[in-house]
């Protein structure tokens, strides 16, 4: 079994950063590919980022590209995401996933554990 934890989000104004964390707990953690997924209000659950098991390969959505970095410390058992020049549609719940297997997906079927989320709000 594996729990997810993020934190980090926020209020933030257009322009501003956040950076999200997700701790997870449960042995492994550096054999499995990360996600970061989002969901906004009246919207589908979307794909925003995520990292092999080795943090060697990356993958976004082209909506983030440039302005959001992922990375994990597998010593710490922990995947970040850093979010620069943050604009009001990145409006949104966002949860951390865990992969199903070593390779970064955009794919939300090829993740199998999900944290409760954490809210980001930027405010224009």
């Known amino acids: 079994q594996v729990q997810l934890v993020e934190s980090g989000g926020g209020l933030v104004q257009a322009g501003g950063s956040l950076r999200l964390s997700c701790a997870a707990s449960g042995r492994s953690f550096s054999s499995y590919a990360m996600g970061w997924f989002r969901q906004a209000p009246g919207k589908e659950r979307e794909f925003v980022a995520a990292?092999?098991?080795?943090?060697?390969?990356?993958k976004y959505a082209d909506s983030v590209k440039g302005r959001f970095t992922i990375s994990r410390d597998n010593a710490k058992n922990t995947v970040y995401v850093q979010m620069n020049s943050l604009k009001p549609e990145d409006t949104a719940v966002y949860y951390c996933?865990?992969?199903?297997?070593?390779?970064?997906?955009?794919?939300?079927?090829?993740?199998?554990?999900w944290g409760q989320g954490t809210q980001v709000t930027v405010s224009s």
């Open positions: 990292i092999s098991y080795s943090g060697v390969n990356t």
């Open positions: 996933s865990k992969g199903r297997g070593g390779i970064a997906y955009s794919d939300y079927s090829r993740y199998d554990y």
